[in-house]
């Protein structure tokens, strides 16, 4: 069962393009990486990293010191009914607490083809609105906001 204490890392490139992924079981649902931590008292940075490598292929080790950063920020929100069999019973909410990536340009994307079907890179405002959750949405606008 899944823990409801989640990511949201916002992967970025200078120019101010966002990475946005289209879920493998959803159509057309566009979002930032996300997930699970893999238990209780898994830091959430270390987290954050492993779910962008396991969706994305980046690996943050690789990239300069300070490319990931908490944006200290976290909501909590309804778990979406079609996805709560993969948590215990009962559990209907999440906290979500936020990051951001900065990527080098050039920086190759490697989907998990069981998660994930197609990417894009988009100007900020774009992927925000492009976003089916409007919490993602807010977390893009929120660092280029700070920007």
């Not at 209780?40 to 300069?64: N, Q, S």
């Amino acid at each position: 069962m899944k823990i409801p204490i989640s990511v949201l890392v916002v992967i970025y490139k200078s120019n101010g393009e966002v990475l946005l992924i289209e879920r493998a079981d959803k159509a057309n649902f566009w979002q930032s990486v996300t997930g699970s931590v893999d238990a209780i008292d898994e830091d959430l940075k270390v987290a954050a990293a492993r779910e962008v490598f396991e969706e994305t292929g980046i690996d943050v080790a690789a990239l300069p010191m300070g490319s990931l950063q908490d944006m200290h920020h976290q909501i909590e929100y309804e778990i979406y009914p079609q996805w709560r069999h993969r948590y215990a019973p009962g559990v209907t909410r999440n906290v979500e607490h936020w990051f951001s990536l900065l990527v080098p340009d050039a920086t190759q994307v490697q989907l998990a083809p069981r998660e994930h079907v197609a990417y894009e890179w988009l100007p900020f405002a774009d992927a925000a609105s492009k976003c089916f959750s409007p919490s993602n949405g807010a977390a893009i606008l929120q660092l280029f906001s700070a920007a």
